[in-house]
């Protein structure tokens, strides 16, 4: 198994996913069939090769810093779980 | 209604429409009440939109009377249910967005429409995307129609199923390392995945964003070429759009094949490929020689890692994207929270399924600290690698032809407990992904009565030559209009 329990627990943790306590066993042994699977790539003679960062070369492009959009807050909103007043509610941060 | 329009593809029906033999309610009509036949079988549907249906074939009905008819006009379609639809569900196969009505539409949905097209209904898929059975659908496995215990393949597999099934002559979908090729493969209809970039993903649910691109499944490469004239092109709202002309997909499709250079990759016809499925690949290669296609072997030596590859970069693009889900603006929120970081976990680990949270576990580790050198950095100088085997093949020929996938259907069940097993579903097609390429599958013959793929991969931009290959060889094969019996 090349990941243990505390790793994975860790993992979820930064991922800020919950597993139930009966789906953790199998994760724990399929992430480490994943891990396993992609460590061949460790045999891959990559020196002096640069990290591929786009599919067809380009960069990134940019556009003017305009106001394009009508505000559509309160339409957006209707799929908010928890709204008020326009804002979004969460629980309390700071005591 | 006396005709069989079910069983017309896009082109037959709009020459159909356009010469008055039935209208686009009726045509809306007949594909509804299909749909409602069959969908218990299938479940191809997450959400069928019959009002919304009726009323935009009215719509299109008065538009052609009034001499207003866009090139799709009246024409029936139905959405992978990845593309937001403004007002109506979109779930992308997940609990998360399982209540989620879009406020907008995708740039996709809303060209169609402009163009007059008529959507029925927003059709099943793997979770975000991430599946190759359609097995991870939080909304239940869709069964295909060639045989109701197997896989359609996915993530498509709604939209393929549909095509294959009739119920739809057309279906959009997205392709992130197979996911429109495999399906269509699978069930027996047409599947093109353009070059990254040529078809807007605005309003497409992100998997992975370096990876994904929209297409079409069909029942012909003819009709491919209808739509991608429609979708492709420039969309200011998507920053990996890119500008390129926008050919005239249709005209390209009268082309021959003399003196087309057809790439064999001798990888492709290693161990891992059926010995039938490989055979009638092979017959598929003979027809296109026969037609003046020069067939040359060219050499992938690093196909292999392609799977291993992609299974660092889009899980890792994964877990970027997916991060948007929180249960704050949309999707699933989890009951009573103790606190903030127990709402985060909670809402995402009850909301996303098992494979989804497999794969955004991924992408954390392998961008992780202490990880990120040995995993993503070193992917992405695979990646390059892979894509310069490409551009080499590509200096010797117009077009690389083989498998879509290493078996035809297998059935639900069969491999969703090994991921592994699932993820090497994808090892001729996931390639062109990660070069950004444009490739197509058409059928090319049947195993036990189950259909399999030719898998076609052009230069970037090369969707002509896809097209003009399919559309050729679909003139001299008719494994595309084969009818799964129960569906006729």
């Known amino acids: ?95 | 209604m006396a005709l069989d329009l079910h069983a017309q593809t896009l082109t037959q029906l709009a020459a159909g429409l356009e010469r008055g033999d039935f209208s686009s309610v009726e045509l809306t009509e007949a594909l509804l009440a299909r749909i409602e036949t069959h969908e218990q079988a299938l479940n191809a549907f997450i959400t069928v939109t019959g009002d919304q249906a009726l009323a935009a074939a009215k719509r299109a009905d008065a538009a052609r009377v009034a001499g207003a008819a866009g090139v799709l006009n009246g024409l029936p379609i139905a959405h992978k249910d990845i593309f937001c639809t403004r007002g109506v569900l979109t779930t992308c196969g997940s609990r998360m967005l399982e209540n989620f009505v879009s406020p907008y539409d995708a740039t996709v949905v809303e060209r169609l429409a402009v163009a007059g097209a008529v959507v029925l209904g927003k059709t099943n898929m793997d979770e975000f995307a991430m599946g190759s059975s359609n097995e991870t659908s939080y909304f239940g496995p869709v069964k295909n129609p060639w045989r109701l215990d197997c896989s359609p393949g996915g993530s498509s597999g709604g939209s393929a199923a549909a095509v294959a099934a009739r119920l739809t002559p057309a279906a959009t979908g997205t392709d992130t390392g197979g996911s429109i090729r495999q399906p269509a493969a699978l069930t027996g209809t047409v599947g093109l995945k353009p070059t990254y970039g040529r078809v807007s993903r605005y309003g497409m649910i992100a998997f992975a964003s370096s990876l994904d691109q929209a297409g079409i499944i069909t029942r012909s490469s003819e009709d491919a070429a209808l739509l991608l004239g429609v979708m492709a092109g420039f969309d200011e709202r998507d920053s990996t759009s890119i500008e390129h002309p926008v050919a005239d997909y249709t005209a390209a499709l009268s082309g021959s094949l003399k003196g087309l250079r057809v790439g064999i990759v001798r990888q492709h016809f290693d161990e891992g490929l059926d010995e039938q499925c490989g055979a009638a690949v092979k017959e598929a290669l003979a027809v296109l020689e026969s037609q003046g296609a020069i067939l040359t072997e060219v050499d992938m030596p690093n196909l292999d890692l392609s799977v291993p590859t992609y299974y660092v970069v889009a899980p890792a693009e994964c877990s970027s994207n997916l991060s948007r889900f929180d249960g704050m603006r949309f999707g699933h929120r989890a009951e009573n929270p103790e606190d903030l970081l127990d709402l985060y976990c909670r809402s995402r680990g009850e909301g996303f399924g098992a494979e989804v949270k497999r794969r955004i576990m991924t992408g954390t580790y392998v961008l992780s600290a202490g990880y990120y050198d040995a995993y993503y950095l070193k992917a992405q100088q695979v990646r390059h690698l892979i894509a310069d085997d490409f551009h080499k093949a590509f200096a010797e020929v117009d077009v690389i032809a083989g498998p879509t996938s290493p078996t035809a259907a297998f059935r639900l069940g069969d491999k969703i407990d090994d991921p592994i097993t699932m993820y090497l579903n994808d090892i001729y097609t996931i390639g062109a992904n990660l070069a950004g390429l444009p490739g197509m599958s058409t059928p090319c013959g049947f195993v036990d009565g189950l259909p399999v793929g030719l898998h076609l991969v052009a230069p970037h931009w090369g969707e002509e030559t896809l097209l003009r290959c399919g559309h050729n060889y679909e003139q001299l094969s008719s494994w595309h209009q084969a009818c799964p019996e129960d569906f006729q």
């Open chain 1, 1 to 95: 198994m090349s990941l243990d329990k505390d790793q994975v627990q860790h993992i979820a943790m930064l991922a800020r996913l919950r597993l139930a306590d009966d789906e953790f066993s199998e994760t724990v042994d399929k992430l480490s069939r994943i891990v396993d699977f992609v460590d061949q790539l460790s045999q891959a003679d990559t020196e002096n090769v640069v990290p591929m960062a786009h599919p067809l070369n380009e960069s990134q492009r940019l556009r003017p810093d305009r106001v394009t959009e009508p505000n559509d807050r309160d339409h957006v909103q209707q799929n908010a779980p928890l709204v008020e007043h326009g804002l979004y509610l969460v629980p309390k941060v700071i005591e």
